[in-house]
T-cell receptor, first 112, second 115 residues
């Protein structure tokens, strides 16, 4: 069975500071990894995904994530956050069965 | 490309009533997924279709829940005899043909409140 753990339920940060949102996964098979963002009262939007190849993945809005197989992690980073990045962020895993298994989410709160 | 649409966006119902939600996927996406998201949690997989075939159902999908995709286009999710525990956001997503690496595009969700 696959599972995803997001270690921080909330991350407060000041505007223009760097941020890292942590994600660990477990799986007995090869997986694909995703980060989605959810703004209030909206659906989920894909930030980035790791399928294979380079372990550093760049996404939209200046976000990037690094796949670390030995540590089974896929942490999300941004060097300088904006107020508009305030949202809920979800890490997810899938395999050939297609369905996404999500973590419980991390609420990023950016303060001016 | 208008994206995934869901109707209604909000639904308030009394316990014991039946409700039905509709999802229209992105055109030419043959895969359609339903997820449920409760407050403070990540979305949980309910079921998915490839064209009109329902290929997988979660244990979360009790016998009060039924999903259909009769012509391989839009899908409906019906909940019979609603319970307060059914209160949640119901999300629909679609993806183009391929394996699990394809991006799932999510709709805005239907928020259900059972009184």
């Amino acid at each position: 069975a696959q599972s995803v753990t997001q270690l921080d339920s909330q991350v407060p940060v000041f505007e223009e500071a760097p941020v890292e949102l942590r994600c660990n996964y477990s799986s007995s098979v090869s997986v694909y990894l995703f980060w989605y963002v959810q703004y209030p009262n909206q659906g989920l939007q894909l930030l980035l995904k790791y399928l294979s190849g380079s372990t550093l993945v760049k996404g939209i809005n200046g976000f990037e994530a690094e796949f670390n197989k030995s540590q089974t992690s896929f942490h999300l980073r941004k060097p300088s956050v904006h107020i508009s990045d305030t949202a809920e962020y979800f890490c997810a895993v899938s395999s050939n069965t297609d369905k996404l298994i999500f973590g419980t989410g991390t609420r990023l709160q950016v303060f001016p | 490309d208008t994206g995934v649409s869901q109707d209604p966006r909000h639904k308030i119902t009394k316990r014991g009533q039946n409700v039905t939600f509709r999802c229209d996927p992105i055109s030419e996406h043959n895969r359609l997924y339903w997820y449920r998201q409760t407050l403070g949690q990540g979305p949980e997989f309910l079921t998915y279709f490839q064209n009109e075939a329902q290929l997988e159902k979660s244990r979360l999908l009790s016998d009060r829940f039924s999903a259909e995709r009769p012509k391989g286009s839009f899908s409906t999710l019906e909940i019979q005899r609603t319970e307060q525990g059914d209160s949640a956001m119901y999300l629909c997503a679609s993806s183009p043909p391929s394996g699990g690496s394809e991006t799932q595009y999510f709709g805005p969700g239907t928020r259900l409140l059972v009184l």
